[in-house]
């Protein structure tokens, strides 16, 4: 899940421009020897469909009683003290499930799993980002890692590398501050349109912003501008993330992961159209896509904007496409749910949100080659079905497949000719 690996040359030479030094790994997972001292173990997990929290339980391996309850924990990982446990900390197992937003389970716990076969004493925060996993880097990378013990803050760096090449050092770009002891991701607002491999790596510092561990070991992306087939304009429902706590570094809650087909992910989260067609000169163009999949209009019916602006920026989107010779494909505005938006994130939509989204998807519904993807979602009351949504605006791991799986169909059937070698 972690991709991290780099020949020792590269290593070396990123190295020497951190004004830290990195180690290569954060540390062997493998048993701890018996004369290292546990200061601290660093455990990780996959993200849990559904889960907005997760609960840690350690237990002692002989009686199987629990020594220790954790919770709530909003990271697919935690940094354990070896404080908060009795001597030898290492014997102990330890196991997780996820929590519901009300705190409830939405599984049962993970098998048990001995405590010293985790990281021991890890000097440098476990990256967990799954771009690797992804057809394409998202452009606009969304960095993500296990909140660092006693960590006040972090800093963040993007290295440019242009190529494998060992001679050819990589440059800083960006570098970003993110404050809060439990911060666990960061939402890059730059995109990333040059062509060649990327670095980034991240530093927990204290609070007075003085470095506390060392750089973690630079996690590579790549950006190609080259063959690119399909394309997705959007917003956060494009951008990727879900229940509330699961951010778009991560594969499960990317509707993009559910497509046979593989799409670059244009998304940024909390676009309105009118942002959607302000970005398509430097967002889209750069890759020129041979179609482009436009899905937007959530963050204008739920905040007043008018389904007639929605239609003209759209409308705009679509004849900038078609101007640069790419099929524009448009996929209908997702439902909403007001109750769970209102009780989980403190949202209320605009009180016509659901005459604007009809007129919204009606339009769009009328071009030949659309995608429905509204009617899959909605309930028998127009609304987001409740079983698909966590916080009410955006759907989770199954809506998102649903999503995912009715693009790909789709474009497939409308454009058999380019996709039959996909």
Known sequence: MFKAILISCVTTLLALQFSYTYAAVPTPTKAVQEQEKIEKISLVWPPIASAVQYELNIIDPVTMQQVLNIKPIYAAGYELDAKSLPENPGKFLWQVRGLDYDGQPVNNYSQPEPLNKASINANSPITTTQFEQMAYTPLYPVYSWIPYLRA????????????????????????????????????????????????????????????????????????????????????????????????????????????????????????????????????????????????????????????????????????????????????????????????TIDITPAPDWQEQLSLLNHWILSYPGSIDTYLLLSDNQGLLKSNLTTDGLHPDATGKRIIGETIAASLRQSYPNIFTQQ
């Open 152 to 343: 006040a803050k972090y800093t963040v760096r993007i290295y440019y590398g242009e190529d494998d090449n060992s001679l050819t050092p990589a440059k800083l770009i960006n570098e970003y501050q993110v404050d809060g002891h439990d911060s666990f991701d960061f939402y890059d607002p730059a995109s990333y349109t040059q062509a060649g491999q990327y670095y980034w790596t991240v530093q927990a510092r204290d609070i007075n912003n003085l470095p506390i561990s060392r750089w973690s070991a630079p996690v590579k992306f790549y950006v190609t501008t080259q063959n690119i087939t399909t394309a997705a304009l959007g917003d956060s429902i494009t951008h990727g993330g879900g229940a509330i706590s699961t951010p778009p570094g991560y594969t499960l809650y990317d509707w993009q992961t559910y497509s046979s087909v593989p799409v670059l992910n244009l998304g940024y989260s909390g676009d309105t159209t009118a942002a959607m067609l302000q970005r398509f000169a430097k967002d889209v163009l750069p890759f020129h896509p041979r179609i482009l999949v436009i899905m937007g209009g959530v963050n204008d019916v739920r905040t007043g904007v008018s389904a007639e602006e929605s239609i003209q920026n759209l409308s705009a989107i679509r004849d900038l496409c078609i101007k640069n010779h790419i099929i524009p494909v448009m996929v209908t505005a997702s439902p909403i749910c007001p109750q769970k938006m209102q009780e």
